[in-house]
């Protein structure tokens, strides 16, 4: 195993060496601690910063997932970042900026490994059934713009089996745990961006479609039976069948088999739940 410490090179210039993006990245805010990049970067959008700026954090106090959970983040090891898009998005687009933001995490990890990642709804990055990641889209509105939207990335890179609390070391993976070899944080944060910029892209062109299919692709929710919890606290259980033109689950309600191919059935859309794989 090559274990060489990369730790003390997170740093803006370093970081500016290695991008090939336009916007993503090109104001960069790099931290040795922060309480939540997702809750600093609503801070610099209140002062008012460029369209794809980035906070990034060596380690989080308080490190925050979906659903009021908690992220664990400990220091020198992972990689814990937010964007702030700030070119305004149709509220038809937005159910997508999460989605598009796991294919590009997907595509930027797999171009620096040589590992294959899937996603499950809406956006859990995942290699195997372990997780390797989690995005927090948060929005805030701003007069009669659309929103800013912040896109909190956070992805266990070098993070050893004991680095997890032993409630999440049966779930939760990281790169080198995955292929016993150490990855530089920042060029494979270098490599996201430029990724990322290509799925958002694709989002402000309004190429649904494509990005659509895409995500198909990669989704291994599609075809499993699950349950979900609904925000308001309604479990489902089903199919998952489809993703919809609006980025939401289409799910078979109670089905105990999925439908035959090519048959048309009624389901019901998802537009935000956790997601349980059951098999
Ligand atoms: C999830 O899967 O529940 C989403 C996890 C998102 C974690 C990242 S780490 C960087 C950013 N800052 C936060 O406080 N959370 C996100």
Known sequence: MNL??????????????????????????????????????RKLVEQGVPHGSLVIADSQMCGRGRLNRTWHSPEGVNLYCSLILTHALSPALLPWVPLATGLGVAEGVESCTSLALCLKWPNDILIGKKKLGGILCESIRQGTQGPVVIVGIGININAQQSDFPAELQGTATSLLMEQNEEVDRLILLATLLSKLEESYQLLHMNTIPTLRRLYQSRCSTLGCQIHVQLAGGTPLNGWAYDIGLDGALHLIQDASEPPPAGKNVPTIGIRSGDVIHLR
């Open 4 to 41: 060489v410490h990369e730790r003390s090179s997170l740093t803006t210039q370093r970081l500016n060496s290695l991008l090939t993006t336009s916007l993503l990245g090109r104001t960069s805010y790099v931290y040795h601690q922060l309480s939540s990049t997702n809750s600093h970067a």
